[in-house]
């Protein structure tokens, strides 16, 4: 895991629950997507965390809880009581790692990068893979819509629309990227499921809750 380091990370209170909850997930066998904290119900840290196979369980939340819980409470990151909240990517996930970018390749993806670039610093459009520059790794981006066309006075359709010419970013100034829930995501997310995973029932296997899911998790409370 060292080895596919995050390069979105946070800043502030949220940076300080980072570098606690990582190493417990990473010692669990889990990656550390994300962590913030929000005014939601009082006071909530999430942590949002993943299998580097893609799969996850409610069990695997649970553990991960279990085993952050007293952690947060020796470091006493947060004074008050709060609510934990361990949760998966789910489909329209954060990008936050070098792979991300390219394993979502041919996704939508909206992005905001943290410095000024051609005079703007949110995109949008679909990811285009890395290439290396002299200036460091880049990420593309084909500015990409969806619009609607008409098929008949009452019914239309939408189709991904290009809206102008590929750009190459920096990789390393992105400040916030996630991909944009699609019929299509949802249908690659599937496929990649059952590629890595081709015993996977969820017919059968209760409690599997796979990132084509929406994002499942588990809340316990922090005094």
């Given at each position: 895991?060292?080895?596919?380091?995050?390069?979105?990370?946070?800043?502030?209170?949220?940076?300080?629950?980072?570098?606690?909850?990582?190493?417990?997930?990473?010692?669990?066998?889990?990656?550390?997507?994300?962590?913030?904290?929000?005014?939601?119900?009082?006071?909530?840290?999430?942590?949002?965390?993943?299998?580097?196979?893609?799969?996850?369980?409610?069990?695997?939340?649970?553990?991960?809880?279990?085993?952050?819980?007293?952690e947060l409470d020796v470091h006493?990151?947060?004074?008050?009581?709060?609510?934990?909240?361990?949760?998966?990517?789910?489909?329209?996930r954060p990008l936050v790692r070098?792979?991300?970018?390219?394993?979502?390749a041919g996704h939508l993806a909206?992005?905001?990068?943290?410095?000024?670039?051609?005079?703007?610093?949110?995109?949008?459009?679909?990811?285009?893979?890395?290439?290396?520059?002299?200036?460091?790794?880049?990420?593309?981006?084909?500015?990409?819509?969806?619009?609607?066309?008409?098929?008949?006075?009452?019914?239309?359709?939408?189709?991904?629309?290009?809206?102008?010419?590929?750009?190459?970013?920096?990789?390393?100034?992105?400040?916030?990227?996630?991909?944009?829930?699609?019929?299509?995501?949802?249908?690659?997310?599937?496929?990649?499921?059952?590629?890595?995973?081709?015993?996977?029932?969820?017919?059968?296997?209760?409690?599997?809750?796979?990132?084509?899911?929406?994002?499942?998790?588990?809340?316990?409370?922090?005094?």
């Amino acid at each position: 895991m060292a080895d596919d380091p995050r390069i979105v990370t946070e800043t502030g209170l949220d940076a300080r629950i980072a570098s606690i909850a990582e190493p417990v997930i990473q010692d669990l066998g889990y990656r550390l997507v994300r962590a913030r904290v929000s005014a939601q119900s009082g006071l909530t840290v999430q942590i949002m965390a993943e299998r580097p196979s893609g799969l996850m369980t409610i069990a695997d939340c649970e553990a991960i809880s279990k085993a952050l819980s007293p952690e947060l409470d020796v470091h006493d990151p947060i004074s008050g009581a709060y609510h934990l909240e361990v949760s998966t990517a789910g489909v329209d996930r954060p990008l936050v790692r070098r792979s991300d970018f390219e394993r979502w390749a041919g996704h939508l993806a909206k992005v905001e990068m943290a410095v000024t670039i051609n005079g703007q610093r949110r995109f949008r459009g679909q990811l285009l893979g890395l290439r290396d520059a002299d200036s460091g790794t880049e990420f593309g981006l084909r500015p990409m819509e969806k619009r609607g066309r008409k098929t008949n006075a009452k019914s239309s359709e939408k189709s991904l629309v290009e809206t102008g010419a590929d750009i190459w970013l920096p990789l390393a100034d992105v400040a916030d990227a996630n991909l944009i829930l699609t019929d299509e995501l949802i249908d690659a997310a599937r496929t990649l499921l059952k590629a890595e995973h081709p015993d996977f029932d969820p017919a059968v296997d209760d409690g599997i809750v796979p990132e084509i899911d929406a994002e499942t998790e588990i809340e316990t409370d922090q005094d």
